[in-house]
């Protein structure tokens, strides 16, 4: 149950100044009466049920009128309040969440986010890594030891894997766990000074306790990346025990209310029961038993990146939802001379810039929701010992983690760029959203890194078509490449029979090229090794390909996963109106992958035309839903941080009142005029 928890890291911007005007600005009352559906019934599907939403509003209404959680715009604090008040809240929360009896995993996260308004906050990874990792890879003693004491937060935990000198490269994990049989306990070190724990959240300042991913030697052999519990300060006192030397790593590109960390740990002390060992495991005298597969030892990350899609649907929407609202209320530069200014949404190029990236996000939302059904229903496969789906799991997190952190981190800053010149103002909440949101393409995974694990099982999966085995799952494509199907002396031709009007059609093209780019890189990296490299070297020298097949593959089950979704839908007007996000969608892919698509055959020159002419035909009919749509993404102004993306669209009284607030107008001269300027301007 507590996977669910970790959507409580979801990240998402900061508060909105006060509404001075409760009149409804006259462009977005016309966009909102011009939709052709209900929006309401939108936030339904995205909230998974009418209920869904009736509690979810509830709880948000319940912490909107809480002075408890009423604060100054974060920013205008220094980062030191920023983490302060972040702290604040969170102790806050967990004392309120008690108070109202708020248990439900689902219920917990729609608290969180709302209290803390997608900041992220220094109890992160003690949510969201710490209690899960016990949860999943503890023993029932250690989690009757561990658990229940983290999960009151009488403890504080985070998760340290990432070190100085490396992060996605886990086998180049310097941290040494050695076992003293005659004491049965493991002596912790930081042999080098890139060995030194680097990044994890709320390491700096909030965690007593971490869990620490160390090279497990015992019996004089190493046997790799183990999970060990470390108390790192005093109970108490919050003082640092001794071996241990721990503390913040200063400024970073956002995240100010996280207390990113270091730790440093030189012949540190634990007990043997303070590994996790649920699979592997070191007995009293050094035996160390080994796991069913190497892999459940990285369960968390495996868990947090099939969340992290999920993530990107939520900030590319907030993003999206900021920049069409404003280009509804922004007037600017005649079409027509002598005719009033248009808002800047009638424009096709702010509907090219948009309306692609507003079908994204739906289409992330979809793939969000199948990613974590996937993840929740073969982790109860293994916890019943069935593995089988394990690699594939494995595999399409770390793939889909890269593409949608990618593509919504592009988005975002599209998005800003889109709102001209006050989208650089922190009062249009964007530039939040995406320093907070960009981290997420380093980490759990660096994105390329990510792209080649997915390359690597594609590739094992392809070897296995090769030699007559049939496959499942997302990959059966391959069962029909055309190499299986053709005699040697015949040439490989793909079929051109896109109908770009057919979910059906364009689905298949996405498979197509996906299959295309991975036989591709199969076949090219066979012919490095056939050129007597080694196999390292060769995919070296073929890692661009590789990367490629990944990208192809998942886009093809983000199609696939949207246009699966759509049949599901009863309402027509809302099944009409995202029909024409996925063609958009799908069909905005192809144009800005035309190269694949034309070089396999897969589709025509001709064809290729109609495709962008579609689009531009989508644009048009996208038009006047375009408010309704992100209205049905349901943020509260509060949530959504934004001056420019306000619900009644009174963007310039409240853009004035916002610059009021800035620390720099509470007094009319500024002490730094006395102190520099006005020496200098009496001497003249």
């Known amino acids: 149950w507590l996977s669910s928890l970790w959507c409580l890291s979801l990240l998402s911007p900061p508060p909105l100044p006060p509404a001075l005007v409760s009149v409804m600005n006259p462009d977005l009352r016309k966009e909102r009466a011009a939709a052709t559906f209900n929006p309401e019934l939108i936030t339904h599907i995205l909230d998974g049920s009418p209920e869904n939403t009736r509690r979810r509003r509830e709880i948000e209404n319940l912490i909107l009128n809480d002075p408890d959680f009423q604060h100054e715009d974060y920013n205008f604090l220094t980062r030191s309040q920023r983490y302060e008040v972040a702290v604040k809240k969170s102790a806050t929360m967990v004392k309120k969440m008690r108070e109202f009896g708020i248990a439900d995993p689902e219920e917990i996260m729609w608290f969180k986010n709302s209290v803390h308004r997608g900041h992220p906050e220094p109890l992160d990874l003690h949510l969201g890594m710490f209690l899960p990792t016990l949860l999943h890879q503890a023993t029932e003693e250690q989690q009757e030891r561990f658990f229940m004491p983290a999960w009151n937060l009488e403890i504080t935990g985070t998760y340290a894997q990432t070190e100085m000198g490396h992060g996605t490269h886990l086998r180049g994990l310097e941290t040494t766990a050695t076992y003293d049989p005659k004491t049965q306990e493991f002596i912790l070190n930081s042999p080098t000074v890139t060995s030194i724990k680097w990044w994890p959240g709320g390491l700096g ?7 620490v991913l160390a090279q497990l030697i015992t019996r004089g052999e190493c046997y790799g990346l183990h999970a060990f519990v470390v108390p790192i300060r005093e109970i108490g006192t919050h003082k640092p025990l001794p071996g241990i030397t721990v503390g913040d790593i200063g400024p970073k590109f956002g995240y100010e209310e996280m207390d990113n960390g270091y730790l440093k740990m030189d012949n540190y002390r634990i007990p043997r029961e ?22 459940l030892t990285y369960g968390t990350m495996v868990f947090v990146r099939s969340f992290l899609v999920g993530s990107a649907a939520q900030s590319l929407s907030k993003a999206c939802t900021i920049a069409i609202r404003y280009s509804a209320v922004r007037r600017q530069s005649e079409i027509k001379r002598s005719e009033p200014e248009p808002q800047i949404l009638d424009f096709q190029t702010q509907q090219y810039k948009l309306f692609p990236l507003l079908a994204t996000a739906y289409a992330f939302h979809f793939l969000g929701r199948y990613i974590k059904e996937t993840y929740m229903r073969i982790n109860e496969s293994i916890g019943q010992g069935d593995l089988s789906e394990l690699p594939e799991l494995h595999a399409l997190t770390a793939g889909l983690k890269a593409f949608t952190t990618w593509t919504a981190n592009a988005g975002i800053e599209e998005c800003r760029m889109a709102c001209g010149g006050h989208g650089y103002s922190h009062s249009s909440g964007i530039p939040n959203i995406y320093v907070t949101f960009t981290p997420a393409c380093t980490f759990e995974g660096e994105n390329t890194v990510m792209m080649l694990q997915t390359a690597r099982f594609l590739m094992k999966i392809y070897d296995q078509v090769q030699s007559g085995k049939l496959v499942g799952g997302m990959v059966s494509y391959l069962n029909d490449l055309p190499s299986q199907r053709i005699q040697p002396q015949q040439v490989a031709v793909w079929p051109t029979l896109v109908d770009i009007n057919s979910l059906d059609s364009l689905t298949e093209a996405y498979k197509l090229r996906a299959a295309r780019l991975v036989e591709i890189a199969a076949k090219n990296l066979q012919a490095q090794v056939s050129h007597r490299k080694s196999k390292e070297v060769a995919w070296n020298l073929t890692s661009v390909d590789l990367v490629r097949a990944s ?6 089950v983000t199609v696939k996963v949207f246009a699966d979704k759509l049949p599901k839908i009863q309402d027509r007007a809302v099944q009409a109106v995202l029909r024409n996000l996925c063609l958009l969608y799908s069909l905005y892919g192809i144009s800005q992958k035309g190269g694949d698509f034309l070089e396999g055959n897969i589709i025509t020159g001709a064809q290729m035309s109609q495709v962008n002419s579609r689009i531009l035909e989508l644009l048009t009919v996208t ?4 408010v309704a749509l992100v209205d049905a993404f349901d943020f509260k102004d509060v949530t959504l941080g934004s001056v420019l993306g306000r619900y009644d669209g009174n963007v310039y009284e409240n853009l004035f009142e916002w610059a009021k607030k800035s620390p720099l107008n509470k007094t009319e001269v500024h002490e730094s005029y006395y102190k520099h300027l006005k020496p200098l301007q009496s001497k003249l």
Do not use: F, W
């Open 623 to 626: 038009r006047p839903n375009a």
């Open 205 to 211: 300042k909030t965690s007593n306790h971490a869990i």
């Open 274 to 295: 303070n590994m996790l060992m649920k699979y592997a495991q070191v007995k009293p005298d050094g035996t160390y038993v080994k796991p069913l597969s190497n892999k």
């Open 551 to 556: 990208e192809a593959h998942c886009h093809y």
